[in-house]
């Protein structure tokens, strides 16, 4: 089992990112899937998840109206699209399924 976590980066106040975290070595579609992320001194939180129909999502409160968790099941891949970004949403940004972690993702949001 491997996630791959990209698009990361910096971004300004108020802007737009799209994680993407490309899974392989199980049947992708059968799994739920997570984002979270932790910021330097916090512990990690639960930022977003979906179901493996992609039929249900739960976002974390911080979050919510501001971010969309999708998954294209074609291509094992599950997405995370970040809206309106706040200084506070800078952290590492992991996606997890099945147990496993990927390697997490930088993003920065500048004030």
């Known amino acids: 089992v491997q996630l791959v976590e990209s698009g990361g980066g910096l971004v300004q106040s108020g802007g737009s990112l799209t994680l993407s975290c490309a899974a392989s070595?199980?049947?992708?579609?059968?799994?739920?899937m997570s984002w979270f992320r932790q910021a330097p001194g916090k512990e990690r939180e639960l930022v977003a998840t979906?179901?493996?129909?992609?039929?249900?999502?739960n976002y974390g409160d911080s979050v919510k109206g501001r971010f969309t968790i999708s998954r294209d099941n074609a291509k094992n891949t599950v997405y995370l699209q970040m809206n309106s970004l706040k200084p506070e949403d800078t952290a590492v940004y992991y996606c997890?399924?099945?147990?496993?972690w990927g390697q997490g993702t930088q993003v920065t949001v500048s004030s």
């Open positions: 997890m399924g099945l147990g496993v």
């Open positions: 070595g199980f049947t992708f579609r059968y799994y739920g």
């Open positions: 979906i179901t493996g129909a992609g039929d249900r999502t």
